[in-house]
C-alpha cells in the first residue's frame, strides 16, 4: 500500500487555501492569548514584588543568629520604606536586626523602633523559670520546637508578655496561668492570638 500526503491523514484532503486560513486562525487566536498574557502581567507584578519584599524582610529577621525565644520582633512595609518594631532582650539584637534589613534588594530605608529591654538578673532569671514553666507543661512543649517558636516571652521589669501564636483558647489560657505561677513575677500580659 502506497502512502501520499493525501491518505496519511486518514484520507482528508486539504487544498493549500484550507492550510492558509487554518493557519491565519491559530496565528490569530495565539496573538490574541499573548496580548491578553501582556496585559495582565502587569496587574500581578506589583503584588508578587511587595510579597517578596515582605517575605525577604522576614526571612532575613527569622535568620538573625541571636534571636531567641526571649525577643519579639515586628516590622511593616511602608513602600520601600521597613519600619522595625518590638522587644530584644539584647542591644545588639536591636542593631543586627536593623543592619540586616538594610541590606535586603529593594529597601531604601529602615525605622528602628526596636526597644532594648534592660540588662537586669533578676529578669534572666524570670526569663528563664518563665521558659520551664511554659514550656515544661506538656501540652505547650510543642510551641518552643522549630527554629521560630510560636510563643515569645517578653520579661521587663519583673512584667512578663506572652505574645504569638497558639492552637486554642485553651492552650492560650494554660500559658498564662503558667506564666503567673513563676515567683518574683509582677504581672502576666497574655497577647497569644488564637489561630484559625
Do not use: W
Not at 34 to 39: F, Q, R, S
Not at 81 to 101: F, I
Request: proline share 5%.
Amino acid at each position: 500500500m502506497c502512502v501520499t500526503p493525501e491518505t496519511a491523514f486518514g484520507g482528508a484532503h486539504l487544498t493549500k487555501q484550507e492550510d492558509v486560513g487554518d493557519m491565519k486562525k491559530r496565528v490569530g487566536a495565539f496573538a490574541v492569548a499573548l496580548v491578553a498574557v501582556a496585559l495582565a502581567a502587569p496587574m500581578f507584578a506589583n503584588t508578587n514584588t511587595q510579597k517578596t519584599l515582605d517575605d525577604r524582610v522576614r526571612h532575613e529577621l527569622v535568620m538573625l543568629p541571636y534571636f531567641s525565644i526571649f525577643d519579639d520582633l515586628s516590622f511593616r512595609l511602608d513602600g520601600s520604606t521597613v519600619v522595625l518594631s518590638g522587644d530584644v532582650h539584647t542591644p545588639a539584637m536591636r542593631s543586627d536586626a536593623e543592619s540586616a534589613v538594610k541590606h535586603v534588594e529593594g529597601v531604601t530605608r529602615v525605622v528602628n523602633n526596636i526597644n532594648v529591654l534592660p540588662l537586669s538578673p533578676f529578669d534572666n532569671r524570670i526569663r528563664l523559670a518563665e521558659y520551664r514553666a511554659v514550656f515544661g507543661y506538656s501540652t505547650l512543649y510543642r510551641y518552643a520546637e522549630g527554629p521560630n517558636p510560636s510563643i515569645r516571652i517578653i520579661v521587663d521589669g519583673g512584667r512578663v508578655k506572652l505574645v504569638g501564636v497558639v492552637d486554642s483558647q485553651t492552650d492560650k489560657n494554660i500559658a498564662g496561668i503558667r506564666a503567673s505561677g513563676v515567683p518574683g513575677v509582677f504581672s502576666v500580659e497574655n497577647d497569644l492570638v488564637v489561630a484559625g
